[in-house]
Nanobody, 113 residues
């Protein structure tokens, strides 16, 4: 059974940073491309960043240069380092294994002064 557990969210001031973590279990983690999504209130869930099994990364234009996705296959973990946060980054953030339907509960990120 696939399980994804996100953590690391919280309240941060504009310009601040957070590092999100996602622990995966029930899958051969190293074989999967891993994604971070986010969903803001009243908006559709959107893809933020992607990292392939080989470590190649892609970012949505709205986070390029500010966010960095990484993974540790030995620990079955994927991370999202978020810098220069703005109130528009406020959302629930989710990780997902590409091609699988399971979602975790997400972690809330709130950017506010």
């Amino acid at each position: 059974q696939v399980q994804l557990v996100e953590s690391g969210g919280g309240l941060v001031e504009p310009g601040g940073s957070l590092r999100l973590s996602c622990a995966a279990s029930g899958i051969i983690f190293s074989a999967y491309t891993m994604d971070w999504y986010r969903q803001a209130p009243g908006k559709q869930r959107e893809l933020v960043a992607r990292i392939t099994s080989g470590g190649s990364t892609n970012y949505a234009d709205f986070v390029k240069g500010r966010f960095m996705i990484s993974r540790d296959n030995a620990k079955n973990m994927v991370y999202l380092q978020m810098n220069s946060l703005t109130p528009e980054d406020t959302a629930v953030y989710y990780c997902k294994a590409r091609g699988l339907v399971s979602w975790g509960r997400g972690t809330q990120v709130t950017v506010s002064s």
